[in-house]
């Protein structure tokens, strides 16, 4: 069966310092790998999303993300970390069994930022 | 654009009451809803996909009769939790997709329910 793993549920980091946070995925076909980040009582928000081609992906607020295959995962990196990143991170892969496509959500990796 | 809006941000209730959510796409045309709850410090729970004009498919253990989603065009479905009790207080976010071959979806900001 489908499913994601974020390893790590929290991870702390100072303010300036490199970030990644891990994600790992099972799937049988290539997969359609997504990264979103939560704020404290918000919805969600696409931080990017890999279907296909060039496997390190950019995304806004100057995230990026890799895919390896040989690895199944698709882990987020952010060079220099800000306050206002302290969030929850979920990754996801999309099922593309049956007609409705549905996303496969990891537990999330909830990040705090020390000044 | 892909944004999704959701009314009401928050809401309290009475215990027995039936709340209802809505959740617009508002400038895309949605063939697909999808509807969430969220616990705190939890993952996203899928409660079900919604296809316009057609009845929702529900996730297993949840509770169709609780739940009642309408789809009733490309740009509107509707979450009334029935009954409501305190055990429903919850986040709930929706979400919309337009391009089925490709699984991404666009999130609403949520609705805070609280039932009392």
């Known amino acids: 069966a489908q499913s994601v793993t974020q390893p790590d549920i929290h991870i702390t980091v100072s303010e300036g310092a490199s970030l990644e946070l891990r994600c790992n995925y099972s799937?049988?076909?290539?997969?359609?790998l997504f990264w979103y980040v939560q704020s404290p009582g918000q919805g969600l928000q696409l931080l990017l999303k890999y279907f296909s081609g060039d496997t390190l992906v950019q995304g806004i607020k100057g995230f990026e993300a890799e895919f390896k295959r040989s690895q199944s995962s698709f882990n987020l990196r952010k060079p220099s970390v800000h306050w206002s990143d302290a969030a929850e991170y979920f990754c996801a892969v999309g099922d593309n069994a049956g007609n409705n496509r549905k996303l496969i959500w990891g537990l999330g990796t909830s990040l705090a930022v020390n000044p | 654009g892909a944004v999704v809006s959701q009314h009401p941000s928050w809401v309290i209730c009475k215990s027995g009451t039936s709340v209802k959510i809505e959740c617009r796409s508002l400038d895309f045309q949605a063939t697909t809803m999808f509807w969430y709850r969220q616990f705190p410090k939890q993952s996203l729970m899928l409660m079900a996909t919604s296809n316009e004009g057609s009845k929702a498919t529900y996730e297993q253990g949840v509770e169709k009769d609780k739940f009642l989603i309408n789809h009733a065009s490309l740009t509107l479905s509707t979450l009334t939790v029935t009954s409501a009790h305190p055990e429903d207080s919850s986040f709930y976010i929706c979400s919309a997709r337009f391009d089925s071959l490709k699984n991404e979806q666009f999130f609403g900001p949520g609705t805070r329910l609280t039932v009392l």
């Open positions: 799937y049988g076909a290539t997969p359609y």
